[in-house]
């Protein structure tokens, strides 16, 4: 039962992190063009040698950006709070109970990572200038989509296990 326990912690350790580097690193869209230095966008900036905000991220034509921006963000405190209740759990709770309550707050940060990505997916050419718009999606995209099966996973295991000695 330790063996599973210890498991089950690096695997949602692994998907927070993910979470995170997800949402802070500057890569969810690669611009390479012909000639000159990459440029790499995240959710708040846009980077080659300087970076820049992301242009009229503040007003009310970004709402799927600030939408991308509230769910990562949402999705990445998720994780860390269900971990601390999970902790908690593990001492509080009687031989033979469930996680139910860890389980629930993981699924909720699974699905706020999947209308994230899925936000960004459907409207990525609405987030990025004319000439960003040529590019591909970068690492950090793809770590959030990676993120969202982890964090269902992690949440489903949390609903399956029980307590025991």
């Known amino acids: 039962m330790l063996i599973v326990l210890a498991f089950i912690i690096l695997f949602h350790l692994a998907?927070?992190?993910?979470l995170?580097?997800?949402?802070?690193?500057?890569?969810?869209?690669?611009?390479?063009?012909?000639?000159?230095?990459?440029?790499?966008?995240?959710?708040?900036?846009?980077?080659?040698a300087t970076?820049?905000?992301?242009e009229s991220s503040h007003s009310a034509d970004a709402a799927y950006l600030q939408t991308v921006q509230a769910t990562m963000i949402l999705a990445t405190i998720l994780c860390c709070v269900s971990f601390f209740v999970f902790i908690l759990q593990l001492f509080r709770l009687n031989q033979?109970?469930?996680f139910i309550f860890t389980s629930i707050i993981q699924l909720m940060a699974s699905l706020c990572v999947m209308i994230g990505a899925?936000?960004?997916?459907?409207?990525?050419?609405?987030?990025?200038?004319?000439?960003?718009?040529?590019?591909s999606y970068g690492s950090s995209y793809i770590l959030a989509w990676i993120s969202f099966p982890m964090t269902l996973i992690s949440g489903l295991m949390y609903l399956v296990l029980r307590k025991r000695k």
Request: proline share 5%; glycine share 6%; charged share 10%.
């Open 51 to 54: 970076c820049y905000p992301v």
């Open 20 to 48: 995170f580097v997800a949402t802070i690193h500057n890569a969810w869209w690669v611009v390479s063009p012909p000639g000159m230095d990459s440029i790499y966008a995240d959710l708040w900036y846009n980077c080659n």
């Open 118 to 135: 899925s936000v960004y997916t459907a409207q990525k050419h609405s987030f990025h200038v004319a000439s960003l718009q040529q590019g």
């Open 15 to 18: 998907a927070a992190i993910l």
């Open 96 to 98: 033979g109970e469930r």
